[in-house]
């Protein structure tokens, strides 16, 4: 995945809001795509804050525009979180509650940035 738009794909299909066929059905489901992209841009914001190459991003223009975060991250985070917030938005309590546990667990192992951290130790004697 790569784009915002899969990455919604991902997550509808996770959540089992799809046809008899298990396809997605973009003009049926109209509105449930616009919720998503708000919940797509919605998990970015929070992602790009912790994830290793989230110093030098900016927004989501479009969802059909690559996602700058590490491939981890969008792969295996990202729709999870997505399909939390749309879980949410629909109603649906039980999946609300299993993806916020899959995407706070999973949110823990964003690969974190590069931080360089100095040790100072004291000198003695005034």
């Known amino acids: 995945m790569k784009t915002g738009k ?15 066929r298990g396809e997605l059905d973009a003009v049926r489901d109209a509105a449930l795509f616009k919720r998503g992209t708000v919940a797509v841009i919605q998990i970015y914001e ?24 590490s491939p981890e991250t969008i792969d295996d985070i990202m729709p999870y979180g997505v399909a939390m917030l749309l879980a949410q938005n629909e109603g649906d309590g039980d999946s ?5 546990a899959l995407y706070t667990r999973k949110r823990a192992t964003v690969p974190p940035k ?13």
């Open 6 to 20: 899969e990455v919604l794909e991902r997550a509808l299909k996770l959540l089992g809001y799809t046809n008899s």
């Open 46 to 69: 929070d992602l790009k804050r912790i994830d290793r190459s989230g110093n030098r991003l900016g927004c989501i223009k479009g969802m059909n525009d690559n996602i700058e975060l």
């Open 96 to 100: 609300q509650a299993l993806f916020a």
């Open 114 to 126: 590069n931080i360089c951290r100095i040790d100072i130790l004291p000198r003695g004697g005034c």
